[in-house]
T-cell receptor, first 114, second 112 residues
């Protein structure tokens, strides 16, 4: 059981499609994240939202567009993706605090671009 | 560039063997250190963390890790592994208030 819920768990989309990944956290946290997990590569941080404002965009292509309407929800809008974008996309949340914070992850959304 | 290195990509052990997974980082100064575990088909879960205090940290399921500042290391250990420990293990490091940087992960396979 995780306090961070992601939907859909699996998504197959064509390169011309537009789709969205959804994330919801039930932990009362004030920061949310999108990570990309590709095979044999380190987890890559994509976006960080703190208090619903984007505070980091880690050089992610514009075909990925995040949205954070409130502190509990985070979306990743996808359009005109490439096959190399196929990966596990992980949402996470944390309570930002001085001295350090622990990040809690969702189960991930497996994305296949065909 | 700041980085986190996990020396072993795939470790294969028999049940009851002892485990040590290496993790080194390249940050200077104060760091927060984490080990996360991802069991097959499940989400990333926190195994243990170090913020300050005793450098020997106890985590869930009998895991522990030791922070050695002089070696920039945070190795994960377990005296006796079980088949259920089969998973991928990720070391992660952050400066306080900074972003979390992950290592490449180590896949652990425990043979019954």
């Amino acid at each position: 059981e995780t306090g961070v819920t992601q939907t859909p768990r699996h998504l197959v989309m064509g390169m011309t499609n537009k789709k969205s990944l959804k994330c919801e956290q039930h932990l009362g946290h004030n920061a949310m994240y999108w990570y990309k997990q590709s095979a044999k590569k380190p987890l890559e941080l994509m976006f960080v939202y703190s208090l619903e404002e984007r505070v980091e965009n880690n050089s992610v292509p514009s075909r990925f567009s995040p949205e954070c309407p409130n502190s509990s929800h985070l979306f990743l809008h996808l359009h005109t993706l490439q096959p190399e974008d196929s990966a596990l996309y992980l949402c996470a949340s944390s309570q930002a605090r001085v001295g350090g914070n622990t990040i809690y992850f969702g189960e991930g959304s497996w994305l296949t671009v065909v | 560039a700041q980085s986190v290195s996990q020396h072993n990509h795939h470790v294969i052990l028999s049940e009851a063997a002892s485990l040590e997974l290496g993790c080194n980082y390249s940050y200077g100064g104060t760091v927060n250190l984490f080990w996360y575990v991802q069991y097959p088909g499940q989400h990333l879960q926190l195994l243990l963390k170090y913020f300050s205090g005793d450098p020997l940290v106890k985590g869930i399921k009998g895991f522990e890790a030791e922070f050695i500042k002089s070696k920039f290391s945070f190795n994960l250990r377990k005296p006796s592994v079980q088949w259920s420990d089969t998973a991928e293990y990720f070391c992660a490091v952050t400066k306080p208030g900074g972003k979390l940087i992950f290592g490449q992960g180590t896949e652990l396979s425990v043979k019954p």
